[in-house]
């Protein structure tokens, strides 16, 4: 569902992404995994097309998307949860909701969203603003599922999130995959986050890949010393 081939991200003269290759499969968790400044964040606004990528070839579904802009990719099947949430703070939660629907045919909140999040549906009406946050969090990954992703990119969806919530976060993401049968890729730091959803994990180091391992075959202790500042 996911195909990355040899993506090389820079920043100016400075090389970020060093020729980067992986896929996920339809119905398939990934998890990529690093310390801060690792190159998560960047490779995941490669992914979505909010940075240009020097050289390589993203393809979703089988369509090459590497030159497309980050709206084409959404309308081709990337949804994206960008680090720190970034949902509309003066807008309702319903209002949030809807802004991932500008170009639906429905202009209405699936029921399925207030079903995989009640909190939503409790506080609809509410800023966005005003909501804790994990609610926040919920609200951003509610807004990417809105647009019906084929592939759901989450950049640590679990920082500065309290330890219940992340569980909750987790058993969402678990039934999303469930229901939709969508392929989800996260970057995450928490390893027990990473166990609780993820098939496959990359570890990512100065812009590389430097391990991998399906779940049932991770060395704990490995990762967690790639983790360690």
């Known amino acids: 569902m996911l195909t990355v081939n040899d993506l090389v991200v820079s920043y100016g003269q400075s090389q970020a992404i060093h020729g980067i290759s992986f896929s996920a ?13 690792m190159g998560k964040t960047t490779l995941f606004k490669a992914l979505i097309g909010v940075l240009p990528a020097r050289s390589g070839e993203i393809r979703v579904d089988g369509v090459v998307v590497s030159s497309d802009e980050a709206y084409r990719r959404v ?25 991932g629907l500008e170009n639906a045919v429905s202009r209405q909140v699936p029921e399925e969203i207030y079903t995989l ?8 009406r509410r800023k966005g ?10 609200l951003a990954i509610g807004r990417a599922l809105v647009t019906n992703p084929k592939v759901l990119l989450l950049d640590e969806p679990t ?22 049968q969508i ?8 390893l ?33 010393q790639y983790l360690s500042v």
Do not use: C
Not at 117 to 124: D, K, N, Q
Not at 129 to 138: E, F, I, K, M
């Open 192 to 224: 027990s986050f990473a166990l609780d959803v993820a098939d496959r994990l990359f570890v990512i180091e100065g812009g590389r890949f430097v391990h991998e391992a399906a779940r049932q075959d991770i060395d704990a202790d490995r990762v967690r």
């Open 25 to 37: 499969a339809r119905n398939e968790t990934v998890a990529v995994m690093g310390r801060n400044g």
């Open 117 to 124: 999040f009640p909190v939503l549906f409790e506080m609809r």
């Open 129 to 138: 603003g005003n909501l804790s946050g994990g609610q926040q969090q919920q």
């Open 75 to 99: 309308a081709k099947g990337i949804g994206y949860v960008p680090q720190g949430r970034m949902i509309f703070p003066t807008l309702t939660v319903e209002e949030n909701l809807l802004t």
């Open 159 to 180: 920082e500065g999130i309290q330890p219940s919530i992340i569980k909750d976060i987790a058993r969402a993401l678990n039934e999303i995959r469930k229901l939709r």
């Open 183 to 190: 392929t989800i890729v996260v970057s995450e730091q928490v």
